[in-house]
């Protein structure tokens, strides 16, 4: 099996991409870096685009159909305490070894090497579960300022004639820096993290991209009022209340007439057991009601776990009865 000999370089760019906003050309960062993996993956179309909830990391996988190829691309805090690719390919190695014992997958053919600043697994997938697959699999591991990097490309029903194919595809792979991140990048990013429950980072990300956009103007009306909004919350959640209660507040002083701004308030209120609070934002939330986004309800506070610790207070019940 012919070995991939790749040396990732460092490319100093003062170029400023959202990543996958178009696969032609993949960046990849995460919200503390100030560099990204670049790829180049035309007629490639994204998958999936996950976050880690416990520390930071981006999972991204894409497809090209033509090519019967994947490409899935991940970066992560290094909370294994690697201190190399070759340490990163050789406990991962051990993970796949376990996952090929549960898939009954047959595996013919393997090599594994370091080139470069690099470390490789590559790898024959005859079957799967007794069913023929006939994956090549080449995984690219770069361990990098305390990061971990992981390229894997998959081809299946691999033939010889695909070298090429695989070759552009891995020869395509850079470091850029330094890279500028926009407030597009950091709002997909905070939406994700608030989306899987890890507050905290949510709002640390959330504020970067208000920051941001105040300059580069990037976000539509839409998402900028979605990020007040939620950035409002994730810092009620993650209980920095006086953070929670100012942002809100530009907020309202950005669009007085948004209802969210004030139904969001209400919960932070809620959060900070000031009942009275509470209802007066809610009752201002519903005055402006019909000027909820474009196929977005109204929330019902009466059903809303924002409001739980309320739902069986005669007071809140009876303020909130007719909304």
Known sequence: ???????????????????????????????????????????????????????EGRYISA??????????????????????????????????????????????DSVRYESGNCAFADFFVSSIYGNVVNQRNIIVYLFYNN??????????????????????????????APYSHVSLE?????????????????????QMALDENKRDQLLSKDQLYWLISNLGLAYGFSKQLGKAVSTLNYGIRTDPYFPMF???LAGVYAMADDLTETIYYLFQAFQYKKNMAQGNEF???????????YWKNEKFRDAVRNL
Request: glycine share 4%.
């Open 262 to 264: 004030y139904y969001n």
């Open 63 to 108: 497809y090209n159909d033509s090519l019967a190829m994947d490409v899935s691309v991940g970066i992560e805090e290094n909370s294994l305490r690697l201190n190399s690719s070759k340490a990163l390919r050789d406990s991962s190695w051990i993970q796949l070894k376990r996952l090929f014992y549960v898939k009954q997958a047959v595996i013919p």
């Open 186 to 206: 950091h709002f997909i990013d905070g939406v994700d993290y608030f989306n899987n429950g890890n507050y905290n980072l949510a709002a640390k990300i959330l």
């Open 1 to 55: 099996m012919k070995k991939y000999l790749i040396l990732i370089v460092l490319v100093w760019s003062v170029s400023v991409s959202a990543f996958a906003i178009g696969l032609d050309t993949l960046k990849v960062s995460l919200p503390s870096l100030h560099w990204a993996l670049q790829m180049n993956l035309p007629g490639f179309v994204l998958q999936s685009s996950d976050v880690n909830t416990k520390i």
């Open 299 to 309: 929330p019902d506070p009466k059903k809303d776990e924002l409001f739980r610790k």
């Open 147 to 176: 990061f971990c990097v992981t390229v894997q490309v998959i081809k299946s029903n691999y033939k010889d004639t695909d070298v090429e194919n695989l070759n552009k595809v891995l020869s395509s792979i850079k470091l850029i």
